[in-house]
């Protein structure tokens, strides 16, 4: 199951339509879970990211996200959802949420996506969002509500982003690979230790040529390796602004040249299984 977050502004089938997982999950055959945001609770459709009553575990939209997740995974007749395979991603504010997710029900996902987001905590209320989304606020460590490590992620940026300053998506994978350096250290109650992660490898791939205005963008990847399994993940993309990387135009703030964000994000998620998943959450 993949938990998909939109925007500031959007609202479920503006999402469905920008990023075309529906088409991915009739192809692969998940399900895909909208959650909306009203404008009783935010005025431009944002979750609530910034506010430090929505930072935390059982507060918050973070408890009404796990408990939407919880009642899916209780759902046994009209669809039967591994609770090893449950994923979220977002874009924006719904990216920033997910990375709150990471951090606050790290046992629920197996993995995490995150499009043009801000890193946990990097604010704590509405008069310092902007400065956070402009790479300005410097967040603190993450420790987990668990003791968990974060679940693995992949990271999507544009390097033109106005409006969530690429600087960010280094500082989510900065703060990632902090967390999962302090969760390294003792044993879980499984026994299991996360062991150390190197230096990532890096790809870069130029434009697609001949170059025109449909041509894919050009790109670099970090890949960062745990036990030789693949465990975060970092496209930065050449000239892309605050749009969904290879969505559809059907759907707003989505750019249509590639790299499909979707694909990749999916192709990550379906490396990853949850090591000891939560099969039921509480609603907030």
């Not at 009209?78 to 790290?106: F, H, Q």
């Not at 008069?127 to 967040?139: C, D, E, L, S, Y």
């Not at 989505?254 to 490396?271: H, I, L, Q, V, Y």
């Amino acid at each position: 199951m993949l938990l998909a977050l939109h925007g500031c502004t959007q609202d479920a089938l503006d999402f469905a339509a920008g990023t075309r997982f529906n088409d991915l999950a009739d192809r692969h055959q998940f399900v895909v879970v909208y959650p909306e945001q009203s404008v009783a609770h935010n005025g431009q459709r944002c979750w609530n990211w910034f506010r430090t009553g929505h930072q935390f575990r059982e507060q918050g939209e973070p408890a009404i996200l796990a408990g939407i997740v919880g009642r899916m995974l209780g759902e046994r007749t009209r669809w039967r959802i591994d609770p090893e395979r449950v994923y979220v991603a977002g874009i924006s504010a719904g990216g920033a949420m997910a990375v709150v997710l990471a951090a606050t029900y790290p046992e629920l996902f197996a993995a995490v996506g995150v499009h043009s987001a801000p890193p946990y905590r990097s604010a704590a209320g509405p008069a310092n969002a902007i400065a956070a989304m402009q790479g300005r606020a410097v967040p603190p460590p993450v420790h987990t509500a668990s003791g968990e490590a974060m679940p693995p992620m992949i990271i999507f940026q544009g390097t033109f982003d106005g409006t969530v300053r690429p600087v960010n998506a280094r500082r989510v994978a900065d703060q990632w690979l902090a967390a999962r350096a302090t969760d390294a250290g003792p044993p879980t109650e499984s026994g299991l230790v996360a062991r150390p992660i190197g230096a990532p490898r890096v790809a870069r791939s130029g434009p697609a040529r001949p170059m025109s205005a449909r041509s894919r963008r050009g790109h670099t990847v970090s890949r960062w390796y745990s036990g030789g399994r693949k465990v975060l993940e970092l496209w930065e993309i050449d000239g892309l602004g605050h749009a969904w990387s290879g969505g559809s135009t059907n759907g707003s703030y989505s750019d249509a040249r590639g790299p499909r964000a979707s694909t990749e994000m999916w192709k990550f998620f379906a490396a990853h299984r949850a090591v000891e998943p939560a099969v039921s959450a509480r609603a907030g």
